[in-house]
C-alpha cells in the first residue's frame, strides 16, 4: 500500500512532467500510479544507476523495465503466480539461461499454465544487439517445462503447461508520431505491447528520480528524433560503399567472395580504422569475430542499430563526420553523428580485439 505522503510525491513529480514538452496525452491516472511505484524504489534505481562502469543505455533500459512492471497495459500475475514467475526467471538466470523480463501464469489446483512470456526494451531496434535472445528464452522456458524445473517443489507437486495460445510479448516505451516496426530478424509469433509512457518521458523522470541535470533540448538523444528505419537505410549505404573498397584491396590476397570474410572486415575496418595486410593477421581477426559470434553477438547488426545517444565528437571523428556527411541529405544530417556515435558503444561491448603489427591504418571514410 502506497502511502499519502509518496502519493503526494508522485503528483508532484507528474505535474513536472505534465508541464515539460516531453509529456504525450493520455494515461495519466496510470502514469501517476506507476510515477509513486517508481518512488518508492527510487534507492534501488539510484544504485542500479551509479554502478560504476554503468552505461547510458543500461540506465535507460532498466527504467523502462521498472515503468514496464507497473504497467495497466500488460497481463498482471496474481501474487502466487507472481512468486512462482520470479522463482523461474531466477533458476533460467542462475544457470546463465535467457530468461525473459515477464512470464504470465494462470494456477487452477494443481495445474499451472504458462500462458505468455514478455521482454521489454527501450526501442525495437535495440533487439538487434542480441539476435537470437527472443528465440532462445522461449526456447529455454520451453525446456523447463519438458525436462522438469528440478529445484523447485512447484514442480514436483504441480502439473506445468504451456498455454495452446501461448503469448510472445516485445513491451516497448508508447510510440509517438508512428507505430514501432520489428525488424525482420524477430522470431515469428511475437507482438508489440506498449506501455503508458514514451521514452522521452521515462528520460525524463529518469533524471527526475536521480536527480540529475535534465539533457539538452536535443530530441536525437531519445533516437526519436528520426526514422530508424532511414538510419538503417544510411549505414547499410555506406556498408555497400566500403564493401566495394575492401574488394578492390584484397583481391589479390584472400577469397573475398566469401561474404563472411567480406564482412569480418567491414567491421573491424569501422571499428579499428585499420586492415590486415598479411594472412596470419586475416587469421586473427577471423578467430576474434568468431568469439564475438559465441556471445551471441553480430557486429553487423549492432552497427545498424541507432546508438542510445549521440557521443561529443573529437577531432578525427569530425573529419569522418565530414566525409560521411556528402551522403546525407538535409532529412538525415544526423545520420553521420549517430553513425560515428554508435561506433563508440559497440567498441565497448565486444571482446578486446587481437594486437598484430602486420596492418595499414586507414581511414576508411575518406575513400567513400
Known amino acids: 500500500m502506497i502511502s499519502r505522503s509518496i502519493q503526494a510525491e508522485a503528483k508532484k513529480i507528474f505535474e513536472k512532467l505534465y508541464q515539460s514538452k516531453e509529456y504525450h496525452n493520455g494515461f495519466a491516472t496510470a502514469k501517476c500510479c506507476i510515477i509513486a511505484n517508481l518512488f518508492t524504489l527510487r534507492d534501488e534505481l539510484r544504485v542500479f544507476a551509479k554502478t560504476p562502469g554503468r552505461r547510458s543505455y543500461e540506465i535507460n533500459g532498466f527504467f523502462t523495465e521498472y515503468c514496464a512492471r507497473f504497467s495497466n497495459q500488460l497481463p498482471r500475475n496474481t501474487p502466487k503466480a507472481q512468486n512462482i514467475s520470479e522463482a523461474i526467471i531466477n533458476y533460467l538466470q542462475s544457470r546463465k539461461l535467457c530468461n525473459p523480463d515477464h512470464i504470465w501464469i494462470k494456477i487452477q489446483g494443481k495445474r499451472i499454465t504458462l500462458t505468455g512470456i514478455g521482454e521489454v526494451k527501450s526501442h525495437p531496434l535495440n533487439m538487434i544487439r542480441k539476435p537470437t535472445q527472443l528465440f532462445l528464452q522461449e526456447k529455454h522456458v520451453r525446456n523447463l517445462i519438458k525436462y522438469g524445473y528440478t529445484n523447485s517443489a512447484v514442480f514436483k507437486h504441480h502439473r506445468v503447461i504451456l498455454a495452446k495460445k501461448f503469448a510472445r510479448y516485445i513491451i516497448l516505451p508508447r510510440s509517438i508520431k508512428a507505430p514501432h516496426v520489428l525488424p525482420a530478424s524477430t522470431p515469428l509469433g511475437w507482438e508489440i505491447k506498449e506501455i503508458e509512457f514514451t521514452f522521452p518521458e521515462i528520460i525524463f523522470l529518469k533524471n527526475l528520480l536521480l536527480d540529475e541535470v535534465p539533457l539538452p533540448d536535443n530530441p536525437s538523444q531519445y533516437i526519436l528524433g528520426y526514422s530508424p528505419q532511414k538510419y538503417q537505410f544510411f549505414v ?121 603489427s602486420e596492418k595499414q591504418d586507414i581511414e576508411i571514410f575518406t575513400l567513400l
Request: aromatic content about 6%.
Open 236 to 356: 547499410g549505404n555506406i556498408m555497400t560503399r566500403i564493401e566495394k573498397i575492401i574488394i578492390s584491396f584484397f583481391q589479390n590476397l584472400l577469397p573475398v567472395h566469401k561474404k563472411d570474410i567480406r564482412n569480418t572486415l567491414i567491421v573491424w575496418n569501422l571499428l579499428w580504422n585499420s586492415l590486415p595486410t598479411n594472412s596470419e593477421s586475416i587469421n586473427l581477426i577471423t578467430r576474434w569475430m568468431h568469439e564475438v559470434k559465441q556471445q551471441h553477438l553480430c557486429p553487423l547488426a549492432l552497427l545498424s542499430a541507432p546508438p542510445s545517444s549521440l557521443t561529443e565528437l573529437d577531432e578525427k571523428e569530425n573529419a569522418s563526420r565530414n566525409c560521411l556527411m556528402r551522403y546525407a541529405t538535409p532529412d538525415t544530417a544526423l545520420f553521420a553523428h549517430a553513425l560515428l556515435s554508435r561506433l563508440r558503444e559497440v567498441r565497448q561491448e565486444l571482446p578486446p580485439p587481437p594486437i598484430f
